[in-house]
C-alpha cells in the first residue's frame, strides 16, 4: 500500500508514547508502560523467564522504532509475545477481516461470489480535504475475483469494493466485536487511509485509529483457521486465498524453511511494516502470528526484522514440539 506524502499536522486520536526498555544478554526484560493507553493497570517491567520468550523478545528489540509480536500455537495453545498488547497500524492486515465479513454475508444469502462489484477508485483529493477520500466506481468484477485481488495483490480498489459492500469499517467492526476479539477497529476505507498517511509517525506515536494488538490479531487468525465464524466451505475459500498471497516475500515467508506452507496478509504504511498468517509446518504443526514493525530505519529493514522473528519463532516452536514428542515416548 503506497503512503501519501508527509505532514507536518497530526490529526487527534494520537497519543505519545514512552520507549520501550532494551532487553539485555542475560535478563530480557521489556518496560511495559502502554498500559495506561488502553484502560489496564501499568504493570511494570515484563521478564521473560523462557528461553523462547528470551530470544523472542532479543529479536525484536526495538531501540529505532516500536515492534510488537504475537503467536498462539493452535495444538497446545501455547501463545508468545512481546508488546502484544499494544495498538499498531493494521494497514492491510484488516483486509483478513473485510474478506471474513463478507464471507459471512455469503453464508447468510445476502450476496454470492459471483455477484458483480464495481471497483473502487480514488479521484484526486488533498490530504485531510475531506472526512472519506472521494472514489469513483471502476471496472465492475466477480467478488471471488476481487476477493482474490484484495488478499493476493492487497488491491486498494477490490478491498474498498468488498468494503462498500458490507457495509463500511462498522459492518466490519461489529463482525469482529460479535467474534469475540477485542482491540480490533478500523475507521476508514483504504482510499482515505492512504490519502492521509504520514502525518503520524507510528514507531514513536500511537494512533488508535484502523489499529489492533498483535494478540487481537493472532485470536481472529486463530478463530478462522479452526472455523469459529464461517461455513466450511466459506473457511476454505478465506484459507486457500490468503495461501496464494505473493507480497511479502522478504517478511514471513524468508523466514521459513521452503516445505513449510504459509497462509497470510502483508501491510505497509508510513514507517511501518507487517505481516500476519497461519504457518503449516512439514510435522503437522500449526501457529498463528502477527508481526507488526515500525521505525528500523527503512523497508527492507523492517522486514528482514520480520523474517529474523519468523524464524525465531518457528525454530522455537520446532523445538517445543521435538521436546514434547520425546518426553511421551
Known amino acids: 500500500m503506497s503512503a501519501a506524502a508527509a505532514l507536518t499536522c497530526a490529526p487527534a486520536q494520537a497519543e505519545q508514547i514512552t520507549p520501550v526498555a532494551q532487553p539485555t544478554q542475560q535478563v530480557v526484560e521489556v518496560q511495559n508502560t502502554f498500559d495506561s493507553l488502553f484502560g489496564t493497570e501499568l504493570r511494570g517491567p515484563r521478564t521473560y523467564s523462557t528461553p523462547l520468550g528470551q530470544q523472542l523478545a532479543s529479536v525484536a528489540e526495538a531501540s529505532q522504532g516500536r515492534i510488537g509480536v504475537a503467536a ?19 494497514a492491510s492486515t484488516s483486509k483478513v477481516a473485510i474478506a471474513a465479513t463478507f464471507l459471512e454475508g455469503v453464508d447468510k444469502g445476502k450476496w454470492s ?7 473502487m477508485i480514488p479521484v484526486s483529493s488533498a490530504p485531510f480535504s475531506t472526512p472519506v477520500a472521494p472514489v469513483r466506481p471502476g471496472a465492475y468484477m466477480s467478488a471471488e475475483r476481487l476477493m482474490e485481488l484484495m488478499l493476493t495483490r492487497s488491491n486498494n480498489y477490490a478491498t474498498d469494493a468488498l468494503l462498500k459492500v458490507v457495509g463500511g469499517p462498522s459492518a466490519v467492526n461489529e463482525w469482529v466485536r460479535r467474534a469475540g476479539i477485542e482491540d480490533w477497529h478500523i475507521d476508514r476505507d483504504i482510499a482515505t487511509l492512504v490519502r492521509d498517511d504520514g502525518a503520524i ?3 514513536q506515536v500511537i494512533d488508535k485509529r484502523d489499529s489492533a494488538t498483535p ?6 487468525l486463530s478463530g478462522l483457521y ?10 476454505k475459500i478465506l484459507l486457500d486465498t490468503m495461501s496464494r498471497c505473493v507480497t511479502g516475500k522478504r517478511r514471513i515467508r524468508a523466514g521459513l524453511p521452503d516445505d513449510v506452507q504459509l497462509l497470510h496478509k502483508t501491510g505497509s504504511l508510513h514507517n511501518t511494516s507487517s505481516d500476519i498468517g497461519i504457518v503449516e509446518t512439514a510435522d503437522g504443526r500449526v501457529f498463528a502470528v502477527a508481526i507488526y514493525v515500525t521505525g528500523q530505519g527503512s523497508r527492507p529493514a523492517r522486514e528482514a526484522r520480520i523474517a529474523r522473528i519468523a524464524r ?11 521436546n514434547f514428542r520425546t518426553a511421551s515416548r
Open 72 to 90: 498462539i500455537d493452535l495444538a497446545t495453545g501455547r501463545e508468545l509475545d512481546v508488546l502484544g498488547d499494544q495498538r499498531f497500524p493494521m
Open 113 to 119: 461470489l459471483t455477484s458483480e462489484f464495481p471497483l
Open 201 to 203: 509517525d507510528p514507531a
Open 215 to 220: 494478540m487481537a490479531m493472532v485470536k481472529l
Open 226 to 235: 479452526q472455523g469459529k465464524w464461517l461455513s466450511p466451505s466459506s473457511r
Open 312 to 322: 525465531t519463532l518457528y525454530d522455537g516452536y520446532e523445538s517445543e514440539g521435538r
